[in-house]
């Protein structure tokens, strides 16, 4: 039949709109800004820093180690290691980033950086609303403006953001169950007598 195709094209068409029209799940559009759809959890876009507690300087993952600096194909990370150090989670001094900064215009969204961060410092942001007024505003992002808090972390990756805390929470536990094993040593055993009596 002449035109068969257009027929059924638009028969789809007409189920679409009839069922989106009456049932809410099958709509295909909604009313942003006001409404926002949910991104899912796997969704990345740009960097951050995690930090723990409420202190953003104090409580950053980052030890300033630069793999993620060394690593990043586009090279928009640039590190400046800090001349003192402050304690990381387990109590040990490291160093820390004085300047981290990354240039978003450059970077791709790879998440090269992420993956091989050791100390689970960088994860992938879902902001993806990064206009501003001026136009080199949002170029470059500071530390200031990269570090997020770990609860941040977990709205917006629950999952991945249980395990890392599970194997930084095991990490530290090891730590502490080796430094109280060298502060207490074990008693010494009395010499066995290779021939009893």
Do not use: W
């Not at 969704?43 to 930090?51: D, E, G, I, K, T």
């Amino acid at each position: 039949m002449l035109g068969g195709g257009i027929l059924k094209g638009m028969a789809v068409t007409a189920r679409n709109f009839v069922g989106s029209y009456f049932i809410q799940e099958r709509m295909t559009t909604i009313q942003y800004p006001e409404e926002r759809a949910p991104l899912p959890e796997n969704y990345r876009n740009f960097p951050f820093l995690v930090f723990d507690g409420d202190d953003a300087h104090a409580g950053l993952r980052c030890v300033a180690c630069q793999i993620c600096e060394k690593e990043c194909p586009p090279q928009c990370i640039y590190i400046v290691k800090s001349k003192d150090k402050k304690p990381d989670f387990v109590g040990k001094p490291q160093l820390y980033p004085a300047t981290f900064d990354i240039d978003i215009s450059v970077c791709m969204s790879c998440q090269i950086c992420v993956e091989v961060c050791p100390f689970d410092a960088i994860k992938m942001d879902k902001v993806f609303e990064l206009s501003r007024r001026e136009r080199f505003d949002a170029l470059l992002m500071q530390k200031a403006e990269l570090a997020k808090s770990n609860e941040y972390y977990h709205q917006i990756h629950p999952t991945e953001a249980t395990d890392v805390d599970a194997g930084l929470a095991a990490a530290a536990a090891a730590a502490a169950a080796k430094k109280k094993a060298v502060a207490s040593p074990a008693p010494p055993t009395p010499p066995s007598n290779p021939n009893p009596a």
